[in-house]
């Protein structure tokens, strides 16, 4: 029997990453990373085995290297290969202006979102090199990237911004392999990351003040991401999408 192809998706268990393994459990056996919340990622796992989906959860901070490192030997024992990676693990903070941000949030915050997510993608290069048959990396990026976020956490947008320039120099590096990298950038969407970054009604709150008037859903993100990652993109490389109702 020919082998499915696998996705890795990192932060997995909520919002738009388990969206994306819903939607990918078709088509794809997936890896499927967690940082807290096991059971989290035991009732996706359980929804994507449903749909046909051979799937390892495996839990693991971004943040740290050592446990990138368990998270890509979860994926060699289980598949000994990947195709897709969703790099899409990311954090906000409470909204605060430049002079009460401190060191050990900016630490975090580039940790996870910047310096985590390189390193996540290296990992997949390196095994989609040694395949040599292509792949598709896909960053989360965000629309804070473009709008900078200033009272609200300028370093989440800062820390996105690097995703999209890291997004275009790794795509240029890899294209020759056919490793198409790509970034996503969402706008207002409806997941509990703005209850984490102490704001749980902030979809709600700004989703009318977008251009089509409403916050978006994480299966809405999903859609796009996995029309990039699909056969269907197969000559895009190195762009950002915006997936924001216009903002
Ligand atoms: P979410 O609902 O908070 O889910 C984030 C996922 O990432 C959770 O599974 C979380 O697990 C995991 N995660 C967080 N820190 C991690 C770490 N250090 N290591 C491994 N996993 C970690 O967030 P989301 O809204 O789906 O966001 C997903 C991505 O889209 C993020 O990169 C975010 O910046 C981006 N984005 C979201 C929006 C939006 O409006 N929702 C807009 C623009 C961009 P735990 O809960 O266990 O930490």
Request: hydrophobic fraction near 45%; proline fraction near 5%.
């Given at each position: 029997?020919?082998?499915?192809?696998?996705c890795?998706?990192t932060g997995?268990?909520?919002?738009?990453g388990?969206?994306c393994?819903?939607?990918?459990?078709?088509?794809?056996d997936?890896?499927?990373?967690?940082?807290?919340?096991?059971?989290?990622?035991e009732a996706?796992q359980?929804d994507?085995?449903a749909a046909g989906a051979?799937?390892?959860?495996?839990?693991?901070d971004?943040?740290?290297?050592?446990d990138?490192?368990?998270?890509f030997?979860?994926a060699d024992?289980s598949?000994?290969?990947?195709?897709?990676?969703?790099?899409?693990a990311?954090i906000?903070?409470?909204?605060?202006?430049l002079?009460?941000?401190d060191?050990?949030?900016?630490?975090r915050?580039?940790?996870v979102?910047v310096?985590?997510a390189?390193?996540?993608a290296?990992e997949?290069?390196?095994?989609?090199?040694?395949?040599g048959?292509?792949?598709?990396?896909?960053?989360l990026?965000s629309?804070?990237a473009?709008?900078?976020?200033?009272?609200?956490?300028?370093d989440?947008?800062?820390?996105?911004?690097?995703i999209?320039t890291?997004?275009?120099g790794l795509?240029?590096e890899v294209?020759?392999?056919?490793?198409?990298?790509?970034?996503?950038?969402?706008?207002?969407?409806l997941?509990?990351?703005h209850?984490?970054?102490?704001?749980?009604?902030r979809?709600?709150?700004?989703g009318?003040m977008?251009?089509?008037?409403?916050a978006?859903?994480?299966?809405?993100?999903?859609?796009?991401?996995?029309?990039?990652?699909?056969?269907?993109?197969?000559?895009?490389?190195?762009?950002?999408?915006d997936?924001?109702?216009?903002?």
């Open positions: 029997m020919t082998q499915r192809p696998v890795l998706i997995g268990s909520a919002g738009i388990a969206a393994a819903r939607l990918a459990a078709p088509d794809y997936l890896v499927l990373n967690y940082r807290a919340s096991r059971s989290d990622a996706v359980k994507v085995e051979k799937c390892v959860i495996v839990q693991g971004v943040a740290n290297p050592d990138i490192q368990t998270i030997k979860a024992d598949f000994g290969r990947i195709d897709v990676l969703i790099n899409n990311g906000v903070a409470d909204a605060a202006p002079t009460q941000i060191h050990a949030r900016l630490t915050m580039m940790n979102n310096i985590g390189i390193l996540v290296k997949a290069v390196i095994r989609m090199q040694a395949q048959d292509g792949g598709a990396i896909i960053n990026s629309a804070a473009r709008l900078g976020s200033g009272n609200q956490y300028l989440y947008a800062a820390s996105k911004g690097a999209d890291f997004t275009k795509s240029d294209a020759p392999d056919n490793i198409r990298v790509m970034s996503v950038r969402p706008g207002i969407i997941t509990d990351i209850g984490k970054g102490g704001q749980p009604d979809a709600e709150r700004l009318p977008v251009p089509m008037k409403r978006g859903t994480a299966e809405e993100v999903a859609e796009a991401i996995l029309w990039l990652a699909s056969a269907k993109a197969s000559y895009i490389t190195g762009s950002a999408l997936v924001t109702g216009g903002r």
